[in-house]
């Protein structure tokens, strides 16, 4: 009897561990997304208020 105990256990734990991984997954998909969204915002916000879209900044070369 505690063979059949310890398969369902068994079988109840991977459903579970599968069920999280999918869980976790999909919170990543959204992280990803929102991460996406909130770079392109700060890239608009950047560009409108400073006006530096799409020039590239000079560097200035230190003489010694």
């Known amino acids: 009897m505690g063979a059949v105990v310890s398969c369902i256990q068994s079988v109840l734990h991977a459903i579970g561990s599968c069920l999280m991984t999918i869980v976790n997954a999909i919170g990543a998909v959204?992280?990803?997304?929102?991460?996406?969204?909130?770079t392109v915002?700060?890239?608009?916000?950047?560009?409108?208020?400073?006006?530096?879209?799409?020039?590239?900044?000079?560097?200035?070369?230190?003489?010694v």
Do not use: E, F, N, S
């Open 41 to 63: 915002i700060d890239v608009i916000i950047a560009c409108l208020t400073c006006g530096y879209c799409g020039k590239r900044k000079r560097r200035t070369r230190a003489t």
């Open 30 to 38: 959204l992280r990803a997304i929102i991460d996406g969204v909130v």
